[in-house]
């Protein structure tokens, strides 16, 4: 059977080292990364498509992916889906920040709603396993807001029936962003000390390729366990 991954959040940094990963494993036959505007790279194992995370429930993928066929190039890959022949994982590193959002309400539709939407979607569309980057501190009864918000998407994801659950709680995260965030260089400053002197594994900072690498890892994984945490310190070997 032929495998496939969905993947969303795929321009962010751990979404862009996911992508890469994909590419690499041979065992994916193909990559459907699914977003608001489309990446400026292009290969053979890479579908992208457009879609409104707000009114993603409601696409149809199939649909979309004759949109833009040409010449029939998504045929067998239409073919499969309608008989429902392909293992599909799904992959979610959606997020953002309060201030890049502009309000609590519109941080809770992305990193709560645009989530629940993929994931049900991806259900939907037949994945049986839901890979998810969460924070470490992710608590719905935190009094963080950030964490509580976290902690509420693990929370409502365990309800939709897929055979595994992996949800992903990395620390502080080390890569190269698109935007710049003071607190976070600060941070990455203070705590560096800590990667390099290798000390306090479940806290100190962890690099954007290697949450990645443990979630496509976790994902070829044959699990018995239908909800998986996967805490920073475990990704810490990756």
Known sequence: MKKIAV?????GMIGMQLLHCLIQDNSYDMIISVGRRKLALKHEKLVQVEMDMAKIRSMDLETKLR????GGVYFPLIADLKNKSLEIHAFCSLGTTIKIAGSKEKFQEIDHDYVMNFAFWSNGLGANKFLYVSALGAD???STFYNKVKGEVEEDLKVIPFSYLGLFQPSLLLGS???FRLGEEIAKIVMKPL???????KFRPIHDYQVAKAMVFHANQNKSAKVEVIPSK?????
């Open 67 to 70: 949109e833009s066929d040409i």
């Open 177 to 179: 962003r698109k935007e």
């Open 234 to 238: 475990d990704m810490q070997d990756f």
């Open 195 to 201: 990667v390099w002197l290798k000390l306090l594994k």
């Open 140 to 142: 719905p009864q935190s």
């Open 7 to 11: 993947l969303s959040g795929t321009s």
